[in-house]
T-cell receptor, first 112, second 109 residues
């Protein structure tokens, strides 16, 4: 079975550029989550969707971050403009309802 | 006080040892209790999960949940070098999931 698929795996870009991270959840999972992981703060939930509708975006750091889920098989997380402090590993996870989440392998983002 | 407390280690044991990893939590509303394993440069992988107090065993791994003490544990028997990873506890209620900081484990051959 295909797991959660994230792209790109690595992204290096200059400060001020727009960054778009992509996620394809596991088929049949109706909940999708975006996390950020850093050494200092561990795993932080940014936003989660249920049936393509954003339910909780209280973890989104600021207006520079936005997320969309146009259909059940695709989601994006955008950062515009990007800043060096956004450098982290961004994970997408999905789950079937209120069941444990399954994670992708993440996007390692470096903002220079 | 954090909602989920987990000793970050690092923890180093010889091959074959029994490993005990633990977390405490403060929110009694949590319903699901999970352990994730994360290898370097990979995403967290769901290892075990339970929905109630008690023990759950899967091969060399045993998960314990004590809701009255708000304490969960993961035991690894006959540890192998391939078990070297970071182990994160997690717990959730209505899709609201909280993670521990993760314990970095090294099993030395």
């Amino acid at each position: 079975d295909a797991g959660v698929i994230q792209s790109p795996r690595h992204e290096v870009t200059e400060m001020g550029q727009e960054v778009t991270l992509r996620c394809k959840p596991i088929s049949g999972h109706n909940s999708l989550f975006w996390y950020r992981q850093t050494m200092m703060r561990g795993l932080e939930l940014l936003i989660y969707f249920n049936n393509n509708v954003p339910i909780d975006d209280s973890g989104m750091p600021e207006d520079r971050f936005s997320a969309k889920m146009p259909n059940a098989s695709f989601s994006t997380l955008k950062i515009q403009p990007s800043e060096p402090r956004d450098s982290a590993v961004y994970f997408c996870a999905s789950s079937p309802g209120d069941q444990p989440q399954h994670f992708g392998d993440g996007t390692r983002l470096s903002i220079l | 006080q954090k909602e989920v407390e987990q000793d970050p280690g690092p923890l180093s044991v010889p091959e074959g040892a029994i490993v005990s990893l633990n977390c405490t939590y403060s929110n009694s509303a949590f319903q699901y209790f999970m352990w994730y394993r994360q290898y370097s440069r990979k995403g967290p992988e769901l290892l075990m999960y339970t929905y109630s107090s008690g023990n759950k065993e899967d091969g060399r791994f045993t998960a314990q949940v004590d809701k009255s003490s708000k304490y969960i544990s993961l035991f690894i028997r006959d540890s192998q070098p391939s078990d070297s990873a970071t182990y994160l506890c997690a717990m959730s209620y209505n899709n609201d999931m909280r993670f521990g900081a993760g314990t970095r484990l090294t099993v030395k051959p």
